[in-house]
């Protein structure tokens, strides 16, 4: 069966969707990699930490972030050129992540939270097969 003809009428086509497409070049640890065979693939691991999570007071450091409070927060990375987006993940409950990237320069971004202002929020990160590279954040909650 042929699909019918519109007689050339573009309003009767459906609108193009908008949600962009995962990168190929990408695939969080877990799940198989899309681009190239597992061993093409380096890493990309770190911390976030979060704080100060109460006001500035004498007596033990900030308490660590509950859970959730990790959970919410994610980072982004781009392309070389600092706008294309490659992949956006969220971060484990301990505040920790690890994500599987083909070999590249890549641009990590804290993603735009209620809490996300501070320093480090933007880094560069090389990746090379079989490598593990590290970058931490630091998010200011900006209690004092």
Do not use: H, W
């Not at 497409?21 to 691991?45: C, D, H």
Request: proline letters at 13%; one cysteine or more; hydrophobic letters at 35%.
């Amino acid at each position: 069966d042929a699909p019918p003809v519109d007689g050339g009428n573009a309003a009767t086509q459906p609108p193009p969707t908008s949600t962009p497409t995962p990168a190929r070049s990408v695939a969080p640890l877990g799940t198989p990699t899309v681009a190239g065979a597992a061993g093409s693939v380096g890493y990309l691991v770190g911390r976030v930490t979060i704080g100060p999570l109460t006001p500035v007071q004498i007596g033990p450091a900030s308490p660590t972030p509950p859970p959730q409070l990790c959970a919410a927060q994610g980072l982004v990375v781009y392309a070389a050129d600092g706008r294309t987006e490659v992949t956006r993940f969220g971060l484990q409950p301990d505040c920790t992540y690890k994500v599987a990237l083909n070999p590249g320069t890549y641009v990590v971004r804290a993603q735009p939270t209620a809490l996300v202002r501070g320093r480090d929020l933007s880094q560069l990160a090389m990746i090379q097969t079989g490598q593990t590279v590290r970058l931490d954040f630091r998010i200011d909650t900006g209690l004092r």
